[in-house]
């Protein structure tokens, strides 16, 4: 069955430093989507991309964010310059219609 | 504004009791609700969706859009429905995004 795959499963970053998380959605899927889930809090919506573009994007998401999908297979997103509360577990998702995301195993992001 | 609320964080209840893990929703537009479910150490995964009216392992979920619920129901829970629920609602505006609610941590007690 297909998956959402995503890389590392585990990074460790010094804050102020740049930080790429790495997604490959399922293949014929069109939307996708970075959730994240602060410890003992719930997910969180940070973006969606359709057709090569950012679709929406919540408050959380400002200019330290970026997405990319930059050879159609991966789906990426970028931290600018981390601070400690970005520590959390990101998700990346993916759909092919409205509403059922199927959702990779998670990365969790570590700002020390 | 769009919102999904799930008043219990944590459920506990005995195996084979009736388990109710309650959602609300404040949603202007015409609702398309999920349950989505979190097994320790695994990823969210879709449960159920209300379009559908399936029972997946033996969980239901009726939509009343009276009162802006959708309360996932199992009849006798089991050890292995322990896990992370989050009742989600999917939002139409230009294009699509989930806005999930806070979760219950439901806990079966053998």
């Known amino acids: 069955e297909p998956e959402v795959t995503q890389t590392p499963s585990h990074q460790v970053t010094q804050m102020g430093q740049e930080v790429i998380l790495r997604c490959v959605p399922i293949?014929?899927?069109?939307?996708f989507y970075w959730y994240r889930q602060i410890l003992g809090q719930k997910v969180e919506f940070l973006v969606s991309f359709y057709n090569n573009e950012i679709s929406e994007k919540s408050e959380i998401f400002d200019d330290q964010f970026s997405v990319e999908r930059p050879d159609g297979s991966n789906f990426t997103l970028k931290i600018r310059s981390t601070k400690l509360e970005d520590s959390a577990m990101y998700f990346c998702a993916s759909s092919v219609t409205s509403g059922e995301a199927f959702f990779g195993q998670g990365t969790r992001l570590t700002v020390v | 504004a769009q919102r999904v609320t799930q008043p219990e964080k944590l459920l506990s209840v005995f195996k084979g009791a009736p388990v109710e893990l309650k959602c609300n929703y404040s949603?202007?537009?015409?609702?398309?609700l999920f349950w989505y479910v979190q097994y320790s150490r695994q990823r969210l995964q879709l449960l159920l969706r209300?379009?559908s009216r399936e029972s997946i392992k033996g969980f239901t979920a009726d939509l009343n859009k009276g009162e802006t619920s959708f309360h996932l129901k199992k009849p006798f829970a089991q050890e292995e429905d322990s896990a992370m629920y989050y009742c989600a609602l999917s939002v139409k505006t230009s294009y699509d995004k989930v806005i999930f609610g806070p979760g219950t941590s439901l806990s079966v007690i053998p």
């Open positions: 209300h379009i």
């Open positions: 293949s014929n899927h069109l939307y």
């Open positions: 949603y202007s537009g015409s609702p398309e």
